[in-house]
């Protein structure tokens, strides 16, 4: 008989592969035996910038892994609060997620990571351990978020040992940040013997050690980077300050539109959509609209693109995240640029044009945001992403961006994508989800590489155990992400930024984003 603890799948990978390590042997044995929580006290794992963090504590696991794991929480040295689950019968291996956002704010939101083990528990009910940070701030920064992820990763090292594998997972922006992992951690040695503690080794412990991931998994990535991924909410800010003219009115202190919004201003969420309703009525039924709000509305989504449905989203990312870019994060220089742009698909694209706010990019604040955010595609491990079709909000299109990055970098050989028949953004199918870490997993332990196809006909036996449909399209492939997002001049060739860009700037003392 099954366990009732262990999903159908996570129990013959359970019991086909082995614990190799004394120290996950004597873990798993502790947790079966529940007393998980009475393991000794962490050494003091250190973050990549050298702090030490904490030792987990237990905590309660979200209602879907209860009685299925282990959880802990806790902060690390950097102040950022992380969440791991260990399961019950675990297989060995861990899952290191990266959330998107980025949510805003000064401090680390202690409720982020258990928001996401809960959402993500289906790696848990795989069998995987998982491993979550909140990131130390909200706010954007990249290299920050990815930091703090490899810094979980070292601490659930610390409390567990190190993992037969350990497989990186991003969400949204979260898949520019996992990506960044993959570039700035994954190809990294890990030495063992030199000190307790040393990169999360356990005393005693000798000899070097292969990078510290062997796989990664990106979901609904926002794959273009900083410098380009954001093109299209650059040319939504003016296109809708062309129609509307209320953000600012102008009755309020005006200021450059690059800034999103001014540093000193009030304006909410909730005020913000209210203006956007005066203009477009964009949340009404089209026959509670006025002529001119429905224009309006026509306008704004046939030069931009964006879907109707997240109108309001990418208005607010525009509005207050850029502000956070460039005002808290970039000193109020502008790393945005439209010059050269040149917008069709309205009523009357000559008036738009010459009448829409233009700008050009200061080149050290765009080298900053560019060495914070954009992939040099420069990974050397195998790289699954799953994207829905019609994501409305990072469009499937950043996908073919992700594989031109690959290809400029000669690294296209490791990565396989897929695509489903979904139109959400924040979430995808279990079953999905499920399948493609298995497949991930595969791929890492014999070296063979799935297919879009395969894929496809592998989903249906872990959706008879989650029961959320599977809908891979094998066939479709992005088009190039010019063809969706209106390129600057000289945007058109990836990667964004070159290994050598990277290298060079690196050594420009202040370069990128504070964390």
């Known amino acids: 008989m099954k366990s009732p603890h ?5 129990l013959p990978l359970y019991r086909r592969h082995r614990l190799r390590s004394a120290v996950l042997a004597a873990t798993v044995a502790a947790l079966l035996l529940g007393v998980a929580g009475q393991a000794p006290a ?19 696991c979200p209602e879907a892994l209860a009685g299925k794991a282990r959880c802990y929480t806790d902060q690390d040295g950097n102040g950022a609060h992380y969440a791991l689950a ?3 019968r675990w297989n060995g291996s861990l899952v290191v997620h990266a959330h998107g956002g980025p949510d805003l704010g000064d401090a680390s939101d202690p409720a982020r990571s258990t928001e996401d083990l809960e959402r993500w528990a289906v790696m848990v009910e795989e069998g995987y351990a998982w491993a979550g940070s909140s990131y130390r701030r ?3 920064g990249t290299r920050m978020a990815a930091a703090d992820t490899e810094s979980v990763r070292r601490v659930f090292v610390d409390r567990f040992g190190k993992p037969e594998r350990t497989f990186l997972h991003g969400q949204s922006w979260g898949g520019n940040v996992a990506a960044k992992v993959a570039e700035t951690y994954g190809t990294k040695r890990e030495t063992y013997g030199t000190k307790p503690g040393a990169d999360g080794a356990k005393p005693g412990a000798s000899g070097t050690k292969p990078g510290a991931y062997d796989g990664v998994l990106l979901t609904n990535g926002v794959l273009g980077g900083g410098s380009r991924g954001y093109d299209y909410r650059v040319d939504l800010r003016v296109v809708y300050q062309f129609y509307c003219g209320n953000h600012p009115r102008p009755t309020e202190p005006q200021y450059p539109l690059w800034q999103g919004l001014r540093p000193d201003s009030t304006m909410t969420s909730a005020g913000l959509s209210a203006r956007l309703r005066e203009c477009t009525g964009f949340d009404a039924e089209p026959a509670a609209r006025t002529a001119l709000q429905q224009r309006n509305l026509d306008d704004i989504l046939a030069v931009t693109g964006i879907p109707e449905r997240s109108l309001e989203s ?61 992939l040099t595609g420069r990974v050397s491990l195998p790289v699954l992403t799953l994207h829905a079709i019609d994501d409305p909000t990072a469009f ?27 139109s959400e953004h924040s979430g995808l ?9 298995a497949a ?43 063809s969706r997002v209106l390129p600057r001049p000289g945007g058109l060739t990836w990667p964004a930024m070159t290994a050598g860009q990277e290298r060079a700037w690196g050594r420009i003392d202040g370069v990128g984003i504070a964390p």
């Open 396 to 422: 499937v299109e950043h996908e073919a961006a992700y594989r031109d990055t690959l290809r400029g970098a000669g690294r296209e050989h490791r990565l396989v994508q897929s695509f489903t028949r979904e």
């Open 138 to 140: 909200g706010g954007y």
């Open 6 to 10: 262990a999903p159908v799948h996570a």
């Open 86 to 88: 260990v399961p019950i």
């Open 42 to 60: 962490a050494t003091g794992a250190p973050a990549p910038n050298g702090s030490t963090a904490g030792a987990p504590v237990t905590a309660a």
């Open 429 to 437: 199918s279990n079953a999905e989800y499920a399948n493609s870490i």
């Open 314 to 374: 990418h208005l607010r990312f525009a509005t207050f995240t850029f502000r956070d870019i460039v005002s808290t994060r970039l000193g109020g220089r502008n790393p945005f640029s439209n010059r050269g742009v040149r917008y069709t698909g309205s009523h009357d694209d000559r008036a738009l044009n010459a009448g829409v706010e233009r700008f050009s990019a200061d080149p050290a604040a765009r080298r900053d945001l560019s060495w914070d955010s954009d």
């Open 440 to 482: 991930l997993d595969r791929w890492v332990r014999s070296g063979r590489k799935p297919t879009a196809r395969s894929l496809a006909d592998s989903c249906a036996a872990f959706d008879r155990t989650y029961g959320t449909g599977c809908f891979y399209d094998p066939a479709f492939r992005p088009s190039p992400y010019a």
